[in-house]
């Protein structure tokens, strides 16, 4: 079965500084994705960001991007220019090529300080 | 609005007790996904069902069940509540894509 793993369970930023969250997962297969979810204070989940295992190229959207190492299983995300309303839970998780749900780390605390 | 909606928000009952949730998916989106978040067990998938029909189960106990009606809501049963059972449960919903679900806000369980 697959894991995901989030060693850091809680960072630190300041304001306008940038920050990386470290996840990694144990998986066998070689086609899967990738995710990053945001749960701010509300506890909705929101999709930051998202990465195909067969793309060799890391996934940016705006101030978010990842750095992803397929041969380490190793998938972090980058926050630049950090703001307040950045600070949430972040979750990083796997879905299977061929399966449908999703497997979550077990979060990283993000506090942003002004 | 992310499009999934769930219903009640807030949920208070005493043990013993048996509840429904409700979620409707985002309009087109086939699949219905139960999550549970407790403090101690983070995301824990329960369930999901493709157009009615139960494609895979999780870390689902016995007490707990699910169904998928035709208009493609889907209710999460719960009976002989404990206190362990006090979460948030999340409904998602996807697409014939892959790129990630759409969650619902939630709703919380607080047994007492």
């Known amino acids: 079965a697959q894991t995901v793993t989030q060693s850091q369970p809680e960072m630190s930023v300041q304001e306008a500084e940038t920050v990386t969250l470290s996840c990694t997962y144990d998986?066998?297969?070689?086609?899967?994705?990738l995710f990053w979810y945001k749960q701010p204070p509300s506890r909705q989940m929101i999709l930051v960001i998202r990465?195909?295992?067969?793309?060799?190229q890391n996934a940016t959207e705006n101030r978010f991007s990842v750095n992803f190492q397929k041969a380490a299983k190793s998938f972090s995300l980058k926050i630049s220019d950090s703001q307040l309303g950045d600070a949430a839970m972040y979750f990083c998780?796997?879905?299977?090529?061929?399966?449908?749900?999703?497997?979550f780390g077990a979060g990283t605390i993000l506090r942003v300080k002004s | 609005d992310s499009g999934v909606t769930q219903t009640p928000k807030h949920l208070i009952t005493a043990t013993g007790q048996r509840v429904t949730l409700r979620c409707s998916p985002r309009?087109?989106?086939?699949?219905v996904y139960w999550y549970q978040q407790s403090l101690d067990q983070g995301l824990q998938f329960l369930i999901h069902?493709?157009?009615?029909?139960?494609?895979a189960k999780g870390n689902i106990l016995e007490r707990f069940s699910a169904q998928q009606f035709p208009d493609l809501h889907s209710e999460l049963n719960l009976s002989s509540l404990e206190l362990g059972d006090s979460a948030l449960y999340f409904c998602?919903?996807?697409?014939?894509?892959?790129?990630?679900?759409?969650f619902g806000s939630g709703t919380r369980l607080t047994v007492v």
């Open positions: 990465q195909e295992a067969y793309k060799q």
């Open positions: 309009s087109g989106d086939l699949s």
């Open positions: 998602a919903s996807s697409g014939t894509n892959v790129y990630g679900y759409t």
């Open positions: 998780a796997y879905r299977s090529e061929y399966g449908n749900k999703l497997v």
């Open positions: 069902y493709y157009n009615g029909e139960e494609r």
């Open positions: 998986t066998s297969e070689s086609d899967y994705y």
